[in-house]
């Protein structure tokens, strides 16, 4: 099977967030199952090219149709950790991926809605018929759109397509305007059941169409499949993705078993695995020492997180202060691109600066992320949403402990200790349904009173956690049925 997806970011290379990973994850996974698998993206200024190899020109002079002009492309294909990678760089005033970052422009819209016209003119041009395209979020909910309503009457008839939403808060809600000026019939589209935005007749929303005309559809939960369908979490698209209900499917996102692995892990003083797990308390001594926390025997409950309010920052604060006082130590590790939120977390660093049981650390630190899943021993993740969520895949593989909001991903991946209906052995940690303080406290309260009054069954819920399997064998077996099933069709 011949396989491209069309993203606004692959890591490491151009990596914004969890996006980035899911694309170089899944793609090497299915690659490596003996598919050819390429993926396109914007040539952005601000691409990482010491994370791009053999980075050479294959395409000159992709001209690519926009706005009564006709846009000048070249294109340049690279190596990104093991994936083949395709970067398209126009060359025009717009000056469209020249931005010095990803997103955050007023013409997002614009920017993206061109790439996906480029992506599939460098397809036809380059005479390359995919058996599945496959997309990632609003940024790229034209492809399918436009392989509808232009380009299979232009002979790319053979190419499925697979859209993914990694979130939905962001849908690219847009003018109307933009439709024609990528080549689409604005009339045609602008109704309701295909790009109207629901609440603005004069609106077009890109991930409605990515919606409306792919094949199949998923979401990287199948919790979130269903919040976003039947609740206000749809952000508006429930009546479409209800209506579109039999091509919706939920695949939890696996994670990198080559960067999160406590066997080989080259970030963390002393390795372990399920056999010898205890081994970890080295780490965590480690950890202690480099935040400057006190030896003591309590437990250490941590946050790895972007500090914003999807991922609650009340309870993150909640928990800090219920932590301190049930004898547990706390860690935080988090960065906020708002600056009234780290103004926020600067001062409670402050406040607590003389306090030898809590570090905040407001950076975004790789290294230290690792030290920190392998030294504690709760993972607190207490977000109003979730789509899927790594960092408590990540705490179960370090035998880290996740006391979680039951929302998204989180609910899907998460089995509590006392309440799941899975036998003991499938159970991981801890959930908590209501999104508050006594909600938070009903899951955390738990963790650490089996802490230290049941050290052996802490223990054995470390191990349930690590036995679970999170790589991409499952999520890559399930992405395949999709492009099996929608090629079938
Ligand atoms: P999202 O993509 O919504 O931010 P996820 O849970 O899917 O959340 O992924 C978060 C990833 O980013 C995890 O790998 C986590 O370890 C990492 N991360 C988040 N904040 C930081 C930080 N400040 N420093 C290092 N890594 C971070």
Redesign the pocket.
Known sequence: MYVVMVTPEIAPAAKV??LADVVHGLAREVGLRGNAVETVLPFYDCLRHDQIHNLEKTFEHLWVPFHEMWIHCDVYTGDVGGVRTHFIQPHSHHDFFNRGGFYGQEDDPARFAFFSRAALEFFLKSGRNPDVIHCHDWQTGLVPVLLHEVYGALGLVHPRVCYTLHNIDHQGVTGADLLRDVGLVPEALMHPDRMQQHDDPGAANLMKGGIVFANFVTTVSMRYAEEIRGTDLGRGLQGTLDAHARKLGGVVNGIDYGTWNPEIDPHIPCRYSVDNVAEKFRDKTALRHRLMLRDSFRPIAAI???LDRQKGVDLMRHALFYALANDCQFVL???SPDPEITGHFLELKEHLNENEDCHLEI????EL?HLIYAGADMMVVPSAFEP????QM?AMRYGTVPVVRATGGLADTVADANHSDKPFEERTGYTFEDFSPEGLESAFGRAIGLWYRFPGYFHQLRLNGMYRDFSWKNPGNDYINVYEHIRAR
């Open positions: 967030g969890g790895v997180s972007r590790l988090g960065t950076d975004y630190d790789e992320s899927c969520g790594l960092t990540i």
